[in-house]
């Protein structure tokens, strides 16, 4: 399973689930299935405001990482493929 493997990633206990990383991983694995089923189900506007939401929350927690730990933050965005970094 996917949330195994990136436990397994970070080298941690169970207590990692908890972790900003994690949160953020599991709420990009769940936009990317939303985005595949609305790709499918254009006309399901439940599914596309739970999507919303969840980019929502994951917006704000990489917000808060990008404040709290600038590295950890470029590395878990450039780990995810999330966006693309700009150089300054």
Avoid: C, P, W
Wanted: charged share 35%; glycine share 4%; no cysteine.
């Amino acid at each position: 399973m996917i949330k195994n493997s990136f436990i397994s990633l970070q080298e941690k206990k169970e207590e990692s689930r908890g972790a900003v990383e994690f949160q953020v991983f599991s709420f990009t694995n769940k936009i990317r299935r939303l985005t595949s089923h609305l790709e499918l189900h254009r006309k399901d506007y439940l599914s596309q405001r739970g999507l919303r939401k969840i980019l929502g929350k994951r917006q704000r927690l990489l917000v808060y990482l990008s404040k709290k730990n600038r590295v950890r933050y470029k590395e878990l965005i450039n780990k995810l493929n999330i966006r693309e970094l700009k150089t300054r």
